[in-house]
């Protein structure tokens, strides 16, 4: 392999990123200013819930050909081609991106460039923090222009993050020069045949933005719908499967329920938002402002619907809460509206347990104030409302009659129209789902 590669930040991206150009045979270093991380990466240690990733990590670690540093010095002198890969998350009380993770790892990098390179922003960013990105490297590198940057935005799905890298529907470009190109097109060569978009750099920073947009409008779309269909007795499941058959449409992220959360959609469709703002441009995303509403009005009826179930309040009421992470397949709370449900009726009176098959370490951490269970079964014994809210295999797959042997009452809201519910009520059980009668 002709360049060495580093990539700085070990969070989600940073570490799949990582372990998949090592798996591609590229020699990698990974920087993280964590310590303790560091320690753990390198001895294989995945601090993160990623289906398939912890094989790649080791296969990489063992073969010798991936490790992990925290010294800047040592990340510059090793690599020819940069990734960033550090977190953009929403700034407190704002809609608008933190992007100081960004610049300080372009300020602490860029006084250790002094030979030709590429550094390549792949973090989702506000358009127009690349080209004030690279007037800084330019500025602070030793190398001056020969220390290029360029833009390359991921497109990772969680739980499906090494086939997302090592298998990609497309990739863009953001360069300014044949050079920086050619290194890129060169880099991603062992990846086969791929569709390549070479673009400037706000084309490539909008990409991503408007492709978790897009997503996003499309959930809330189902979900607004799901609130009439509640209004009208209608069932929005019918509507979704419906509406699928047309190929203008079609049925992927058509499906009605608690809505989105995680780490990415929450916060870019609101820094979007923001910088449309400060661009002069903010009537053109007016509509995102609606489709965040709508997401967030899922929870409050999903607490709506289990206090209806409660008989009115949540007092003297067990609630058992099935799912903490914000989509299966994953350990991530962040944004959870699992989570968000079952504290909001903690906070509204109800005894709350909650279990899910993988995100338990991280809930209990972020919300101690909540009872956890060790299994789907503890987790609802003795409850007088059972809700649904990650739609996990395993609980897709339980068992009405074994829970039913266990609950107080036959009670159960269904937030991801994930079960069967002619199975559920055939078992005695009281169901209900949003958007369904």
């Known amino acids: 392999m002709p360049y060495r590669l580093t990539v700085i930040g070990t969070g989600y991206l940073g570490i799949t990123h990582a372990a998949c150009m090592a798996d591609l045979g590229y020699d990698v270093l990974g920087l993280d200013i964590d310590a303790d991380k560091i320690r753990r990466l390198n001895s294989g240690d995945l601090p993160i819930h990623e289906p398939g990733l912890e094989p790649v990590l080791r296969r990489g670690i063992e073969s010798g050909r991936l490790r992990f540093t925290t010294s800047y010095e040592e990340v510059a002198a090793f690599g020819d081609v940069h990734f960033v890969c550090v977190g953009t998350p ?117 990409v991503k933005s408007a492709a978790n947009s897009f997503l996003a409008t499309k959930i809330s779309f189902i979900n607004a719908m799901a609130e009439v269909c509640e209004a009208a007795h209608a069932d929005v499941q019918q509507l979704s499967l419906a509406l699928s058959y047309d190929d203008r449409i079609g049925g992927r992220f058509l499906n009605p329920g608690l809505g989105f959360g995680g780490g990415c959609l929450p916060k870019d469709i609101r820094a979007f938002m923001a910088r449309a703002g400060e661009l002069g441009a903010d009537q053109a995303l007016t509509f995102l402002r609606e489709v965040d509403m709508i997401n967030m009005r899922r929870r409050a009826r999903m607490v709506d619907l289990a206090r209806e179930l409660a008989g009115g309040s949540f007092h003297g009421c067990t609630v058992g809460v099935l799912g903490a992470a914000f989509k299966p397949n994953s350990d991530d709370i962040r944004d959870s509206p699992a989570l968000d ?4 009726i903690g906070h509204q009176g109800g005894q709350v347990t909650v279990y899910d098959p993988i995100a338990l370490d991280n809930a209990r951490k972020a919300h101690p104030e909540l009872k956890y269970g060790d299994s789907a ?31 107080a009452t036959r009670r159960i809201v269904d937030g991801r129209n994930a079960l069967n519910s002619e199975a559920w009520r055939s078992a005695g059980w009281h169901y209900r789902a949003l958007g369904r009668p």
């Open 90 to 206: 929403q700034k407190r009380g704002e809609y608008a991106a933190d992007v100081s993770y960004m610049d300080n790892a372009i300020t602490s990098l860029a006084p250790f460039l002094d030979r030709e390179c590429l550094v390549v922003g792949k973090s989702t960013v506000p358009v127009g923090t690349a080209e004030r990105l690279a007037g800084i490297l330019t500025q602070l590198a030793p190398a001056g222009v020969q220390a290029e940057l360029a833009w390359n935005p991921e497109f990772l799905r969680e739980g499906f993050a090494v086939q997302d890298t090592l298998n990609p529907d497309r990739i863009v470009l953001g360069v300014r020069t044949e050079r920086a190109e050619k290194v890129l097109r060169e880099v991603y060569e062992p990846l086969g045949e791929v569709p390549v978009v070479v673009t400037d750099f706000p084309t490539a920073e909008l």
């Open 341 to 344: 449900v079952a504290v909001t």
């Open 377 to 407: 079964v503890e987790a609802v014994r003795g409850a007088h409302v059972v809700l649904l809210l990650t739609e996990w295999q395993e609980f897709v797959d339980l068992d009405p009659e074994e829970l039913g042997a266990v609950v």
